[in-house]
């Protein structure tokens, strides 16, 4: 017999686990359908971000960055740590309990919540009366069904043409997380947000690392000012970074791979690397789903149709997250998820999609919200912008991490913040300050007016503010 639900969500990542608390919190009958399985065979709700995405990246780099510190800036604060050693299964072990503690985390919310967990690939089955008949199909085969269904099954990463990730030679961000042993060379191909976080773990641990990227330049969508900051810094760091490169042929032998590829002067060139991590982007997850089954429409990317609120073409069937439009991030899912719960319950769920945070965890940390000049500028906007370098921080020169600059970029006219660039120490945790002033439509005078601690980094912010008025205390 069918077990009948108010909500079935398909899809435990963050856009999914988080619509499904919501709903049971709301006092609907939830259950969560999720096939990721972990290494034991067993459920790993939480999808890619908790389990090769958001998480397991931080948690290296985090563990880079203590080994990259320890092996070069300790010194500089008068300490000394004999032989640095590496016992890298140990740091990813430690990767794996993070994963795990999470996973373990999403289990225990969804029974406090009392929300059913299906382990197993959900997909369509067919139209009901009041609804859509669902199958599960996993260690057991169950028949759901729900009077409404939020898609949220993700994304899956892009392949090569004529170079399939095998995991061990040519990685995904799957196997870029559980690399056996640092290799001496490695490639990446491309210089996205995946890309450079992976490169710098690499690079941290030991590893000569190339990134080759199609377009013309680092970080098109960042602000100009950040992006040539933050080729300069990570050029010094000795990330190998070549632009305007097509790649032709990759080929693996025994001891690596081969890429064939034509840069930027057209020239014919070619890179010989242990490993190479393919990080180009990242395709919607409907696989298994069965979307024909109920007419449920996609696009021509792949990717579930809705409009500004989620809503498919079929009444009742709701998608968020990376398998819908708009920015790949797991908070975007997770405020999609909430937001489509309140709706299903017949209240107002928000998202403000203009203040969606962005943040690149490398070191220094890249963070915005908002435009940039340039995107302000070809919309005819007239904007002023005030900047403050991280070196005349206080708090950034006793941490001994001076990289970088806040910028900030207001309305000429009315003073409202239209966008914040942080490349810096910390830029993922004081972004959150600018995403609240432009949440509440703050103007660069409202920031340049709030008392912030001294010595902080936040002083940074306040002195960027003031800078849009070409004022400054110089904290
Ligand atoms: C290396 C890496 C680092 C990242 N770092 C960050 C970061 O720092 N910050 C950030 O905001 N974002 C980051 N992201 C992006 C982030 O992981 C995604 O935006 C986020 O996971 C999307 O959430 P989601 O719920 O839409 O999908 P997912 O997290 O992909 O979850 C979808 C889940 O649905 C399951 N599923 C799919 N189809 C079915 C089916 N038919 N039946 C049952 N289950 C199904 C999948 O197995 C998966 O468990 C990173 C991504 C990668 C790859």
Known sequence: ????????????????????????????????????TNAAGGPAPGGTCTNV???????????????????????????GVGEL???????????????????????????KNKIAFFHGRGAFARTVDGGYELAVTGASSETLTAKHVIVATGSSPRQLPGAAFDEDRILSNDGALRIPAVPKTLGVVGSGVIGLEMGSVWRRLGAEVTI???????????????????LKVFTRQGLKLQFGVRINDVKTTKKGVTVAYTDAKGQAASLDVERLIVSIGRV?????????????????????????????NLKGVWAVGDVVRGPMLAHKAEEEGVAVAERIAGQHGHVDFNTIPWVIYTSPEIAWVGQTEAQLKAAGRAVKTGHFPFMANGRARALGDTTGFVKFIADAKTDEILGVHVIGPFASELIAEAVVAMSFKASAEDIARICHAHPSLSEAT??????????????
Not at 101 to 109: C, F, S
Not at 212 to 230: F, I, T, W, Y
Not at 284 to 312: F, K, Q, S, W, Y
Request: with cysteine; proline share 4%; hydrophobic share 45%.
């Open 53 to 79: 995405g958001c998480i397991p990246s931080k948690a290296l780099l985090q563990s880079s960055e203590n080994f990259e510190q320890a092996a070069h800036h300790f010194a500089d604060h008068g300490i």
């Open 284 to 312: 919607p997850h409907t696989a298994g789903l069965n979307p024909e089954a109920v007419g449920l429409r996609l696009d021509d990317r792949g990717a579930i149709v809705v409009d500004d609120e989620c809503r498919t």
């Open 85 to 111: 050693q590496l016992d890298l299964k140990k740091m990813l072990a430690r990767k794996d309990t993070v994963v795990k503690q999470n996973n373990d985390g999403i289990q225990y919310l969804f029974k």
């Open 462 to 475: 306040k002195e960027a503010a003031l800078a849009v008025d070409k004022r400054t205390l110089n904290l």
């Open 1 to 36: 017999m069918a077990h009948a639900f108010d909500v079935v969500v398909i899809g435990g990542g963050p856009g999914g686990y988080i619509a499904a608390i919501r709903c049971a919190q709301l006092g609907m009958k939830t259950a969560c359908i999720d096939d990721w």
């Open 212 to 230: 080759l990227e199609a377009l013309p330049s680092l970080l098109p969508m960042a602000d100009e000012a950040v992006a040539k900051e933050a």
